[in-house]
Nanobody
């Protein structure tokens, strides 16, 4: 059974940094897309960053370009989201997503709160 487990969320002050991790088990995702989404109360879930495959092309939402970095460790079957210069508007539940042969998998989400 495939599982995605996120970690690394928490409370941080504006301008601070956090690194989210998403560890996959049950299948290898090195050749498959892995992404980070986020959802704030009252808003739709939005794509934050995407990695086509380990070492492949990456894309970012305009709102996080230059501040967030998605990366992958193929040996650990893990995707990361390094978030710098965090803003209050980055507050959301962050979800890891992976797709393998047309099947989508989601993690349980991790809360990120940016506030004084």
């Amino acid at each position: 059974q495939v599982q995605l487990v996120e970690s690394g969320g928490g409370l941080v002050q504006p301008g601070g940094s956090l690194r989210l991790s998403c560890a996959a088990s049950g299948a290898s995702f090195g050749l498959h897309p892995m992404k980070w989404y986020r959802q704030s109360p009252g808003k739709e879930r939005e794509l934050v960053a995407a990695s086509a495959r380990a070492g492949g092309r990456v894309n970012y939402a305009d709102s996080v370009k230059g501040r967030f970095t998605i990366s992958r460790d193929n040996l650990r079957n893990t995707v990361y989201l390094q978030m710098n210069s965090l803003k209050p508007e980055d507050t959301a539940v962050y979800y890891c997503n992976a797709e393998r042969y047309g099947i989508m998998y989601w993690g349980q989400g991790t809360q990120v709160t940016v506030s004084f």
